[in-house]
């Protein structure tokens, strides 16, 4: 993966690691135990990498949107945190 094209259209490298600390942040908003939210996120965080792998180009709402389909089927509490927080922002 090379580049996500953010909202205001600036470009920037791809780091699996704001996919893992966004989700984790969901997650322990709906007071889920640290370790299982490890977990989950772990699993978010892989999947959206091995999902994005093949594309040199992306925009931040893909990768927002495919976060929250990867996220529903391990907490769907976690995921409309996910989805409201970015709302609010």
Known sequence: MEHIVKRGGQKEKFDVKKVYASCYYACLTTHMEKKDAEKICDKVSKEV????????????????????????KHSKDSAFMYKTHRDVN
């Open 49 to 72: 990498n091995k999902w994005i792998k093949n594309k040199k180009e992306i925009t931040s709402e893909n990768i927002f949107k495919e976060v929250i389909k990867i996220l529903k």
